[in-house]
């Protein structure tokens, strides 16, 4: 895959649009605008939570500014879950009822999707699942390599410990379990740490990827095992990262910790040295490609230039789902400004607040 050497390019745009939707994403907010869902010009986009930054600043702001690119007359009637499967069965089963007849689905619970996305099919509504893998008869899927960044998130950590590492204890926090791309990093990430590290001491997944409950379960870590008996810590995102090293803090313990996203406070931390690593995905290029689908299905388009791939759903009762798979790359503050300045996915202003300036400074990052 080539994707490695291909960078986001977030354009001003996109970012001005994410600035202005910063409110927005709470249970049932949406984006209800337009004319008749069933007139064939309306994608219903269906995002999962609101405790990642990136879905607000970036994903959603994307795909609709693509959508609207290919297709200027088109619409997108947006919700966010916030974490609830209920609401975004309700959310799902609404843009159905309303004749929308493509949804762009990224999963609360991929789990639940099943009767959701098969009822809908019965109905003639394509469903892309978007980030995560749901279950059920999907027209197409959007994704990363997760298990390979969970490797990159393993590699990392190693990398960050040095000539330490074989005798490292290691904390996992790692995500969501109704995320079904968690196991895939935990798999990865496990299949370099075990061999790498002394042993993994303490592990907890973290529902709905909460850093707040990172942070309990952090400083339960600490109780278990004492402010000596930590090495090092992998968070499955950036978010839970933040949480992670509050509770190091409060203890007085300095180890590394990695995270994932790029989140613009993950960014800041890295800079200033309280976080050693994130993962730095193609965010741009997986929503531009999950907008180009779903009007190329809308228009009742091929897809098959567009995928790479076919895969097979977690449950293994869904089979040949086309694939469109990108990759990603861990990186420290050494790479700040090569990927993300020169990305422009956040303007050095936003990164290089008075709290960090000497920090971008001694970075490169002007």
């Not at 529902?207 to 968070?235: C, F, H, T």
């Not at 929503?287 to 779903?294: G, S």
Request: net charge neutral; hydrophobic share 35%.
């Amino acid at each position: 895959m080539n994707a490695m050497t291909r960078r986001v390019v977030i354009g001003t745009a996109a970012v001005s649009m994410a600035l202005a939707m910063t409110a927005c994403g709470k249970a049932g907010d949406g984006d209800d605008k337009g004319g008749d869902a069933g007139d064939g010009k309306t994608i219903g986009l269906l995002l999962p939570e609101n405790k990642t930054t990136r879905y607000e600043t970036f994903d959603r702001p994307i795909m609709e500014a693509k959508i609207k690119e290919l297709c200027s007359d088109c619409e997108v009637k947006y919700n966010n879950a916030a974490q609830d499967i209920e609401t975004q069965k309700k959310q799902f089963e609404a843009l159905v009822t309303q004749g929308v007849k493509v949804i762009i689905l990224d999963a609360v619970d991929y789990k639940s999707t099943k009767s959701w996305v098969k009822q809908a099919e019965k109905q003639g509504v394509k469903v892309v699942a978007y980030d995560r893998l749901a279950e059920g008869p999907l027209a197409a899927y959007v994704s990363y390599d997760n298990e390979k960044i969970g490797r990159l998130q393993g590699g990392a950590m190693v990398k960050a410990l040095g000539s330490d590492a074989k005798d490292a204890n290691i904390v996992m926090i790692n995500g969501s379990p109704t995320d079904p791309n968690a196991p895939f990093f935990k798999k990865g990430a496990h299949s370099v740490l075990d061999e790498q590290v002394k042993k993994i001491a303490y592990e907890q997944d973290i529902p709905d990827w909460s850093p707040d409950e990172a942070n309990r379960k952090m400083s339960s870590a600490i109780d278990k095992l004492g402010k000596d008996g930590i090495q090092g810590v992998y968070a499955a995102n950036d978010g839970m990262a933040g949480g992670v090293i509050t509770a190091l803090k409060q203890r007085g313990i300095k180890v590394p910790v990695g995270g994932q996203d790029a989140e613009l406070a993950g960014v800041q931390r890295l800079l200033s040295g309280d976080q050693d690593y994130t993962i730095y995905k193609e965010i741009k290029p997986e929503a531009e490609t999950t907008a180009e689908i779903a009007v190329n299905l809308l228009k009742d388009k091929s897809i098959d230039s567009i995928v790479d791939r076919k895969v097979d759903s977690l449950s293994g009762d869904f089979k040949g789902i086309p694939a469109k798979l990108y990759d990603a790359q861990a990186i420290t503050k050494d790479e700040v400004a090569d990927t993300i300045v020169k990305d422009k996915v956040y303007k050095v202003s936003e990164i290089c607040t008075a709290q960090y300036k000497k920090a971008c400074a001694a970075a490169g990052v002007k």
